[in-house]
């Protein structure tokens, strides 16, 4: 038990998927998982492993086909709707509906599990947006509307909503999905900060491989035979990389610990 | 620390004078002249020259007025949930099939009488007759929409799913009407019309009740309606309990546009249109501003509307139906060339 209390996510023998009335559908099996507070772990894996259905069952937007997850040694079952929302925030792929919400209004959304019933913003709340604001350094664009945002600045903004709900854990959809190198670096730093000094639990599923092998504390490897986590260098060390394309075009080249186009 | 949320003080204060005023100017325009003293004088219950006076405006022009700020506000904060909750510019009170079917209960009873063969007292055909058989028909294609509506998870196969309610309550009145007398058709065409007078306040108050039930259960979906902005994933992830947040919209959508259509027949276009003119003036999607805002400015324009369609000083009442797509549409569409989008 004394062991179970640093965790802030367990998962034991977990299996994801989609079932109907007619079927069962499952996509991975076997996860086993424990993530300690403080760390960003990147989730890998190629298109269509099954990255988004375990984002998706880990954060109650689907069902599990079988095992459990612990979030903060609570089942997650047993959380409601609002205590996960204090728990964990999340910033989606999906394009925002248009709106024409200001970007001070996009980031005091966050706030809603903790507001009153009309969503007042106490200046508790206030003082933890401003905060979101200026450790994303977004405050510039308060008064923006979102639509007027580029990409970049959007994707920051975000981040500063998930933290305006100042949850332990954020879980990020391929947050660079549709950003350039600088500002994919620039997430990425920013997101790896949060988790280094505001001791935040950072999930992202992403395509950067090798931006995430440079800056993740723990991997999530998602493989057609297995799924394999643990830390970012003891994973290296194991050749656990190699399982991740069964490609013959690419392969892992250890020591520039980067994946590479294989010369064959 | 302040927030740099806009509260449109100003604004609020102006739309307010702009309703009392054309309340007012509407009280005062009627077929029959009666002087702005005269009227002031019938409201405070004072001395009025002619009795008739009095009678025509507390129970003819007054009930009209209220009648009018009702169906204002009513329908166009129905469009306002509609197209937040479908997230769809063109979504309207009437998409969940009530305008549908309540012509369908209409049209059974006005042009079914005789197809059925059946012989109907002439009570039927009053305006509280009318006015139950709109319910009943509104209130049978409201159930089985909503009855679809729990059967799917997505949202947009409800809008989907109305629309075809719609299309299908319609071929049936086409073909009722294919097989009745010219006198039937035009009575069905002017209840299709729609109407704001002739509402006793017996039958005002039912119709302000409902309405107030109504906007009590919109002020609480306030906060969820703001996070439904940002697509119903985010809105989940922040506590929203997305599937009774859609029926409690789903009521209060049913609440208001039902009883307003079973008393005043199928208002069109107000619904549709109040919320982007709203949107367009307030530049805003926060709801705790735009649901006042929409409620204020149907009222106002419902009973511009209003004015126009009694034609100052004639006998003659244009359809009220008539004045707010002829009026309405022109200035929306003006609204857009100019400004080129509207963000929902």
Redesign the interface.
């Known amino acids: 038990m004394k062991d179970q209390a640093k965790h802030i996510i367990k998962i034991d023998n977990l299996s994801i998927g989609y079932s109907s009335k007619k079927k069962t559908i499952t996509i991975a099996s076997n996860l086993n998982i424990q993530l300690q507070t403080g760390n960003m772990v990147c989730l890998l894996g190629k298109n269509g492993i099954g990255k988004s259905t375990l984002l998706r069952t880990l954060t109650k937007v689907q069902p599990t086909l079988k095992g459990e997850i612990f979030i903060n040694n609570a089942n997650l079952n047993s959380l409601s709707n609002n205590e996960l929302a204090k728990t964990l925030s999340l910033v989606l792929t999906e394009r925002l509906p248009d709106s024409s919400l200001t970007v001070f209004e996009l980031v005091a959304l966050g706030r809603q599990p903790f507001t009153n019933w009309i969503g007042y913003l106490t200046s508790e709340d206030l003082q933890i947006i401003y905060t979101a604001f200026e450790k994303t350094n977004t405050k510039h664009l308060m008064n923006s509307k979102c639509y007027e945002l580029s990409d970049g600045q959007l994707q920051r903004v975000l981040i500063a909503r998930a933290l305006a709900q100042n949850t332990p854990i954020i879980v990020l959809d391929e947050p660079t999905a549709h950003l350039d190198i600088h500002h994919t670096i620039n997430t990425f730093s920013l997101l790896k900060n949060l988790a280094s000094e505001f001791n935040k639990t950072i999930i992202i599923s992403t395509h950067e491989t090798n931006l995430a092998l440079q800056l993740a504390d723990e991997l999530w490897l998602m493989s057609p035979s297995k799924f394999i986590s643990g830390k970012t260098d003891e994973l290296i060390e194991k050749n656990a990389l190699d399982l991740l394309f069964d490609s013959k075009l690419i392969s892992f080249n250890k020591t520039l610990k980067q994946f590479t186009i294989s010369n064959s | 620390?302040?927030?740099?949320?806009k509260s449109y003080k100003n604004t609020f204060l102006i739309l307010f004078f702009a309703l009392a005023l054309i309340c007012f100017v509407n009280i005062s325009l009627g077929s029959v002249y009666i002087p702005l003293k005269q009227i002031f004088l019938s409201i405070i219950n004072g001395d009025v020259e002619k009795d008739s006076w009095r009678s025509i405006v507390l129970s003819y022009r007054i009930p009209k007025a209220i009648t009018a700020i009702i169906v204002g506000s009513g329908l166009s904060i129905s469009g306002l949930l509609m197209q937040t909750l479908f997230?769809n510019p063109l979504a309207g009170p009437f998409v969940l099939g009530i305008s549908s079917g309540a012509s369908l209960g209409v049209a059974i009873l006005i042009l079914g009488a005789s197809f059925f063969g059946a012989t109907l007292s002439s009570y039927a055909f009053t305006n509280f007759g009318l006015a139950i058989a709109a319910s009943l028909g509104a209130f049978l294609v409201l159930s089985a929409v909503m009855l679809a509506a729990i059967k799917v998870r997505n949202t947009m196969s409800i809008l989907i799913i109305g629309l075809m309610f719609g299309s299908l309550t319609a071929s049936v009145i086409s073909i009722l009407a294919y097989f009745s007398s010219a006198s039937q058709l035009q009575q069905y065409m002017f209840w299709s019309f729609g109407s704001l007078g002739n509402l006793s306040w017996k039958e005002i108050t039912v119709l302000l009740t409902t309405f107030l039930i109504g906007i009590l259960l919109v002020?609480?979906i306030?906060?969820p309606l703001?996070?439904l902005?940002?697509?119903e994933?985010?809105a989940?992830?922040?506590?929203?309990?997305v599937k009774k947040t859609r029926n409690l919209i789903l009521i209060a959508t049913s609440l208001l546009t039902g009883v307003i259509t079973a008393f005043s027949g199928p208002i069109a276009f107000i619904g549709l249109a109040v919320p982007h003119l709203t949107?367009l003036l307030f530049?805003?999607?926060?709801h705790?501003i735009l649901l006042p805002a929409v409620a204020i400015s149907g009222a106002i324009i419902m009973l511009i509307c209003d004015s126009i369609a009694q034609l100052p000083t004639s006998e003659f009442t244009l359809p009220i139906n008539a004045i707010t797509s002829l009026f309405g549409a022109p200035i929306i569409i003006w609204l857009l060339v100019r400004k080129r989008k509207i963000?929902?």
Do not use: D, E
């Open positions: 620390m302040v927030s740099p949320i997230r002020v609480f306030i906060k703001n996070s902005l940002l697509g994933n985010y989940k992830s922040m506590g929203v309990n949107k530049n805003t999607s926060n705790k963000y929902y």
